[in-house]
């Protein structure tokens, strides 16, 4: 069903607990292909936010289409379409902003979260010369250069997310060959990077972040339980930034990962099926329990 004129492509698979899993930017559904396999017992749902993917690219108002509400609107009616009463929602990078701004929109749709920065509480951190150094491309973004220089020409994509798949990652992961030839076949015909930049043309920049993240009033915390991944090797969002989410949070835990980079769910996979088993009913963890100790044995 379409939100605001979008519908979503999603994939579904399993049955159980449900499972939502938002993916980032330059990225799409298939981010989640090495965590879907360890979801067993879970009905798993994965979809293309909009302008991403396959799922609906409108030429729209930005800010009223393309920004975190608009996002989590869509997840939303997915999710509700579905026959959902409430997940566990994966997110990272703008997927995490998404998976915020539904469990703040829709509480009743969203058990937990199980996310990875971007993360309230850098503050006026981010406009220091390293942070800013990194986030330059949120306003070329805004540029209609960058339309001029990369929408509808294949090479100029390939080498554009190239860098980031390979400056954002940490030292043990490598973007394939063949992932590249994925992102080149869903960003790089024409209209598709113009339709996925519209997220930071909405306002949803780190730097308007850190501007209007005022701290909120104890109540008014996210009260979503959630488990926090914060990665040692993201050029991004350092780990220092990791000591303010008890303020905006009111039943979060930080985990820290070592070794690892800005691409959750391609870098860590296995550590954020571990924390979606820890929402899940205690009857399907001891199942799975089981299960693997079933296959350790054999």
Request: aromatic share 10%.
């Amino acid at each position: 069903m379409a939100v605001d004129g979008f519908e979503l492509a999603y994939d579904r698979v399993g049955s159980g607990p449900a499972v939502v899993l938002l993916h980032g930017w330059p990225g799409d559904r298939t981010d989640y292909r090495d965590l879907v396999p360890l979801l067993a017992g879970c009905e798993v749902v994965v979809p293309d936010l909009r302008g991403f993917g396959h799922s609906d690219k409108h030429v729209a108002d930005p800010v009223e289409q393309y920004g975190g509400a608009a996002q989590a609107r869509s997840v939303a009616e997915l999710v509700t379409s579905l026959g959902i009463e409430r997940a566990v929602v994966v997110g990272y990078d703008i997927g995490s902003r998404v998976a915020q701004a539904l469990a703040r929109s829709r509480p009743d749709l969203v058990s937990a979260l199980v996310i990875s920065p971007p993360l309230p509480g850098a503050g006026t951190r981010v406009f220091g010369p390293g942070p800013m150094r990194e986030f330059w491309y949120q306003q070329f973004h805004q540029l209609p250069l960058s339309e001029q220089l990369i929408d509808g020409n294949p090479d100029a994509v390939r080498a554009y997310l190239r860098h980031f798949w390979e400056h954002w990652s940490g030292p043990r992961f490598t973007v394939t060959e063949e992932h590249l030839d994925h992102l080149v076949s869903v960003y790089g015909p024409p209209g598709a990077f113009t339709a996925s930049v519209q997220w930071y043309r909405s306002g949803s920049l780190s730097t308007s972040a850190a501007q209007s993240g005022a701290v909120p009033a104890p109540g008014d915390r996210l009260a979503t339980p959630a488990a926090v991944l914060w990665p040692e090797h993201d050029p991004l969002f350092p780990r220092e930034w990791s000591d303010r989410i008890g303020e905006f949070f009111s039943r979060a835990r930080l985990r820290f990962v070592d070794g690892a980079g800005h691409y959750a769910p391609l870098e860590y996979p296995a550590v954020i099926a571990e924390e979606v088993r820890g929402f899940l009913p205690a009857s399907l963890r001891l199942a799975e329990a089981a299960h693997d100790d079933a296959d350790s044995r054999s």
